[in-house]
């Protein structure tokens, strides 16, 4: 499987764009790319996966490179409660379970 | 309640003793899956059950027994804790493998 690559910690103001990067460059062509978060002390929340295409609910959008390599989860409104660890997790979609968890980036949403 | 719970929320229990977490969702999600989390490390999955009287290794299973009698319900033993076991378990569970999966609150459990 892909690993991940994220940066440690991130700051955003509250009420503007976080954008966190995420770097896959082993990434396969049948490799989904998950976003989780986990705030403190709670199991982890889904986002959003995308495989190739751009996609976007309700919580974020998801933007990947369109050599797959890299992407990036967009929370477009900041708020102090989306302070949490955000996780970029590829997945093989044939595979039987494998979610590989890295450590994560640290989002911290400042007033 | 509706969702996917985990019991107990703590437990503190010393080494050699025989410990058993429970999980129990009421959505009939087909999977369902234990992980563990140590201080600022991401999850690393320990078994996953497919349905129910089917289960599989994941990544850490060494130490860990599981069995699934019924859809609802995965509880989780160690049957001989060690301190390297103590951590958060997370219980999770999804419609299909592939499908987002849901995470109960987790255990927190420390093994003197």
């Known amino acids: 499987d892909a690993k991940t690559t994220q940066p440690t910690s991130m700051d955003c103001a509250e009420g503007r764009a976080a954008n966190l990067p995420c770097n896959h460059s082993t990434i396969s062509g049948n490799e989904y790319v998950y976003w989780y978060r986990q705030i403190h002390s709670q199991g982890p929340q889904y986002i959003i996966h995308?495989?190739?295409?751009?996609e976007t609910n309700e919580m974020a959008s998801l933007i990947i490179t369109e050599d797959r390599k890299s992407s990036t989860l967009i929370l477009p409104h900041a708020t102090l409660r989306d302070t949490a660890v955000y996780y970029c997790i590829v997945r093989v979609t044939n595979s039987n379970y494998q979610l590989i968890w890295g450590a994560g980036t640290k989002l911290i949403i400042k007033p | 309640d509706a969702g996917i719970t985990q019991s107990p929320r703590y437990k503190i229990t010393e080494t050699g003793r025989q410990v058993t977490l429970m999980c129990h969702q009421t959505w009939s999600h087909s999977y369902m899956f234990w992980y563990r989390q140590d201080l600022g490390h991401g999850l690393r999955l320990i078994y996953y059950s497919a349905a129910a009287d089917i289960t599989d290794k994941g990544e850490v299973p060494d130490g860990y027994v599981v069995s699934r009698s019924k859809t609802e319900n995965f509880p989780l033993t160690l049957e001989s804790a060690t301190r390297s076991q103590t951590s958060v378990y997370f219980c999770?569970?999804?419609?299909?493998?592939?499908?987002?999966?849901?995470f109960g609150p987790g255990t927190r459990l420390t093994v003197l």
């Open positions: 995308g495989l190739k295409n751009n």
């Open positions: 999770a569970s999804s419609v299909q493998v592939q499908d987002e999966q849901f």
